[in-house]
């Protein structure tokens, strides 16, 4: 450990440790991590490595991700030979029904249509990483953006039917990057470079000082509407 936490922060690492160990047996062992290898995630699995092992991780691969996100992938499975990190991939039918109809690149030009490409390579492998459990954990805070300021600790995700873990939603973004340097946790190289939001390589850009941290997701739509789905209040709509 290079740095000490803050007394502060020490209190909330517990709470967050002691929320995964709940979590962990009030499903009965039924709790999936969402690991998107941001910098909140990052420290999720390395607090869940260090208390609850038993927590499967998963990692949804768009086919789009930087070459960053996917080197600290591997990273994070030799830092934590223990942990359970499975992979998602989008359908290839799915992927190339998409392209055909619309374009390789057509998430730039509605909302509607990135959306679209959004649900093809993210909400449908959720949707399989989720099945069968009955909880999942998310690294949502919320100083993150306007669409949310308002998560809680645990609440109903009403979208996939089922209960979410948002552990470190009053944790800001000095705290995650305080443990990120205190126990030399593995983290995406392009954070360095001005991305404090990593998503998919073409919806994803570095941002400017002062502006709020995932104003480099999808820029080019209003900040109210920058969501992919996968945290929906209600189920989405759109067709297989």
């Known amino acids: 450990m290079s740095e000490q936490l803050t007394a502060e922060l020490q209190a909330k690492v517990e709470a967050t440790a002691a929320l995964l160990n709940k979590g962990h047996a009030d499903h009965e062992g039924s709790l999936v991590f969402a690991n998107s290898l941001g910098a909140e995630d990052v420290v999720i699995a390395d607090l869940i490595s260090k208390h609850c092992p038993e927590i499967r991780n998963f990692v949804l691969d768009t086919g789009r991700l930087p070459e960053e996100t996917l080197k600290l992938l591997d990273d994070v499975r030799k830092q934590y030979p223990a942990l359970q990190v499975d992979v998602y991939y989008p359908e290839a039918a799915d992927v190339e029904g998409y392209v055909a109809e619309n374009g390789i690149n057509a998430f730039y030009d ?131």
């Open 110 to 240: 509605s909302q509607d249509l990135r959306k679209g490409c959004c649900f093809v390579r993210k909400i449908k492998p959720l949707k399989r990483a989720l099945s069968g459990n009955k909880a999942w954990i998310t690294g949502l805070r919320r100083e993150q953006s306007v669409t949310r300021d308002e998560i809680q600790f645990e609440e109903w995700d009403e979208g996939n039917n089922m209960h979410k873990l948002n552990p470190l939603a009053d944790w800001s973004e000095k705290e995650v990057w305080a443990y990120i340097k205190a126990y030399d946790v593995p983290y995406n190289e392009l954070h360095d470079k001005h991305y404090p939001s990593i998503g998919c390589a073409p919806c994803t850009r570095a941002i400017s000082m002062g502006e709020d941290v995932r104003s480099g997701r999808w820029w080019w739509e209003n900040p109210e509407n920058r969501e992919c789905g996968l945290h929906p209040a209600t189920p989405l709509n759109f067709k297989k």
